[in-house]
């Protein structure tokens, strides 16, 4: 069974930063894809930022270019999303997810299906 577990959500006011956090085993970091995905009441999930597993090349969606970044950390069991210069349309409940069934880190990111393994979330908040 592949666990992963987000935390670092909370409530700020716009402009702020957050840093997100998964912790997976080291085994499921390296062997699949992980990727940041969020969902907003009424909305649509949508993915955030993804990493590969084979060069940690990643991808960002549109909305958060530039103002956010997926890392690994220095443990491999770990993968980070920092946020900076939040909005309110960043709010949601974001999930942290592997690509178990090596969907390609960019599809998975796209578009994930019912594919991969999830976390339970994180709620952030962004508000005045």
């Known amino acids: 069974q592949v666990q992963l577990v987000e935390s670092g959500g909370g409530s700020v006011q716009p402009g702020e930063s957050l840093r997100l956090s998964c912790t997976l085993s080291?085994?499921?970091?390296?062997?699949?894809?992980i990727g940041w995905f969020r969902q907003a009441p009424g909305k649509d999930r949508e993915g955030v930022a993804c990493?590969?597993?084979?060069?940690?090349?990643?991808y960002y969606s549109d909305s958060v270019k530039y103002r956010s970044t997926i890392s690994r950390g220095s443990a491999a069991t770990t993968v980070y999303l920092q946020m900076n210069s939040l909005k309110p349309e960043d709010t949601g409940i974001y999930y942290c997810?592997?690509?178990?069934?090596?969907?390609?880190?960019?599809?998975?990111?796209?578009?994930?299906?019912?594919?991969?393994?999830w976390g339970r979330g994180t709620q952030v908040t962004v508000s005045s």
């Open positions: 997810a592997a690509d178990t069934s090596n969907y390609g880190y960019k599809g998975f990111c796209v578009d994930p299906a019912d594919t991969g393994a």
């Open positions: 080291e085994f499921t970091a390296r062997s699949y894809s």
């Open positions: 990493i590969a597993s084979y060069n940690d090349a990643t």
